[in-house]
């Protein structure tokens, strides 16, 4: 155990840890960050191919894929369900980018739709108001590249995009038409990827690995490459990188006082902190908490309401891919540079409540398009020979759409600790359980039709569903399991992501999201942890740290 007690203890390093760490440091505020992987950069990510990243998923930290076990009923491959990155940046280093603000509706999913049956909705305790300023924050930090004002139905806002859109390829063309042709209103996708120098970060090459791999120019946006060398270069942050933090430790009065974790070397090691800042994602952050048991919470750190794990949250995905007349790019550049939103706003007339945002898919890299080819023949198999052949040489005409739509919570939808399967460090694996909601299958089923109608409008020759659509299940998008309310009895977390039961412990990643929204989650946890600082700095010598 070291001697030295850090005033704040932060545990994961991408949107939400790595800000917290880059602003309290900023404050002057003594920082620990825990990080269970590595500490990769650019020189690390000139190597990147497919079967590293995609295939392997070499961003996860040693024997995590193996480590996950989810017993949904639609599917249940072990450490294929989170594809979330363990590495200094968490997530946002190889992340897609997409960054989009929520809509004030989504911040009041139950006053705005009602109970309905099966589902665990909830309002938010604060609204978009509150939220919007530090959107601004955020869009500024990472360089958002987009055109504000361009989508008819994204909230409001008082500052616009740092960066002007990316270009269009030929499959955003495509989309773009067909869209105006059937009277809708396609607008440039905001993205946390530069379209020009932005402060010390280069501009995008259009190099084509993007999504799924890390910025080797670092014109991502990432706390990568933004938040964590702040914090360190402050002065006032030390970084555990390749550290495993396997207990959140309490005193006598059931307060946190550090952590017990797992050192490079796989010593196990004490730390000592004043506060602690959970930022490990919706199922390691769960995990941790439930894995933390004592005299005074015998079900798992701040678990008092049994509501820690639950609601899990991956949202509804529907892709549908098309072939183009003229080679599409598609795989080239960043992920996606039109979207469409038209069809976000409820309407509980089409059969389903809530909404999605409608966006360009890239398709993936020819080795992993391959994989998939028997969607495109048909088959519905692995494609051999000729068939697969054929298909690849169609691969440069081959674009996408796709529908990220509202997950709605579900109380059995859940994170616990597996009570038999063990990993190689001894601990209990996550056990997940996730099952759809109807309105998740009719809402997907529907967007699946529109993609394909939005397609052809556009001139597509031909359009095909991927798996992606209806019973995914396992995403990036990882929300829910510490949700936040004014309740005790109903939720985790305060309206500061501190924990009911804890006074000096926080969570600030995914896991506060009492409902899932229409859109990728990442700026609103970028958003929040900004929120989350602000309060924490003004209320720092009440916390008891400097």
């Known amino acids: 155990m070291q001697n030295k007690i850090y005033d704040v203890c932060v545990i994961g390093s991408g949107a939400g840890g ?15 960050l825990m990080e269970r992987g590595r500490n990769l950069g650019p020189a690390d990510f000139m190597a990147q191919d497919e079967l590293s990243n995609m295939v392997r998923q070499d961003f996860f930290a040693p024997g995590y894929l193996e480590s996950q076990r989810s017993d949904s009923s639609e599917t249940a491959r072990l450490g294929k369900y989170s594809m979330l990155a363990q590495t200094v940046g968490g997530s946002t280093a190889h992340w897609g980018s997409w960054s989009w603000r929520f809509r004030p509706d ?10 309905i049956d099966g589902a665990n909705l909830a309002d938010w305790p604060i609204q978009y108001d509150e939220l919007e300023p530090f959107y601004g924050m955020a869009e500024q930090a990472l360089g958002i590249s987009g055109n504000a004002g361009a989508n008819p139905f994204e909230a409001p806002r008082k500052s616009g995009y740092p960066n002007p859109p990316h270009v269009y390829r030929p499959a955003s063309r495509l989309i773009e038409r067909g869209a105006k042709k059937m009277g809708l209103h396609p607008f440039p996708t905001p993205m946390a990827i530069n379209s020009r120098v932005y402060g010390d970060r280069a501009k995008c090459m259009n190099g084509a690995f ?19 060398p702040a914090a360190l270069a402050s002065g006032h942050c030390q ?13 006598k009065n059931g307060r946190a006082r550090g952590v017990r974790y797992l050192d490079p070397k796989g010593q196990e090691r004490e730390l000592r902190a004043r506060q602690i800042v959970l930022a490990g994602g919706s199922i390691a952050s769960a995990q941790l908490l439930l894995m933390s048991r004592s005299a005074a919470f015998p079900n798992g750190l701040a678990n008092r309401s049994d509501q820690v794990g639950r609601n899990l949250m991956c949202h509804v995905f529907a892709q549908v891919n098309f072939e183009m007349g003229e080679v599409a790019n598609s795989f080239a550049g960043p992920p996606g540079n039109i979207a469409i939103d038209d069809f976000h706003p409820s309407d509980r007339r089409r059969g389903f409540a809530r909404g999605a945002v409608v966006a360009e898919a890239i398709e993936s890299m020819p080795v992993t398009s391959a994989l998939k080819a028997g969607s495109y023949l048909g088959t519905g198999r692995r494609a051999w020979g000729k068939p697969l052949s054929e298909y690849l040489a169609k691969f440069p005409y081959i674009g996408g759409l796709i529908a990220i739509g509202e997950d709605l919570p579900v109380a059995d939808n859940r994170v616990d600790l597996d009570p038999t399967l063990r990993d190689a460090a001894g601990v209990p694996v996550p056990r997940i359980t996730h099952r759809r909601h109807d309105n998740d299958l009719r809402l997907a089923r529907y967007f699946e039709q529109r993609l394909a109608d939005v397609a052809f409008a556009g001139g597509a020759k031909k359009t095909w569903a991927t798996d992606y659509t209806s019973v995914k299940t396992g995403s990036g998008h990882i929300m829910g399991t510490c949700r936040m309310g004014n309740d005790p009895e109903r939720s985790v977390l305060n309206r500061w992501c501190r924990t009911h039961d804890v006074d000096n412990l926080w969570v600030v990643d995914g896991s506060f999201f009492p409902t899932s929204g229409g859109y990728n989650p990442t700026l609103t946890i970028f958003a929040n942890s900004y929120r989350v600082a602000r309060y924490f700095i003004d209320q720092a010598k009440r916390l008891d740290v400097r």
């Open 106 to 115: 989504e911040f009041r999913v139950l006053s705005t739709e009602g109970a």
């Open 239 to 251: 970084l555990f990188a390749e550290c495993r933090v396997l207990e959140i430790l309490v005193d």
């Open 210 to 228: 993007c999504a799924g791999f890390g910025c080797p120019i670092n014109a991502k946006g990432s706390t990568l490459a933004i938040h964590v």
């Open 18 to 32: 790595g800000v917290m760490a880059q602003q309290l440091a900023a404050a002057g505020i003594e920082v620990a």
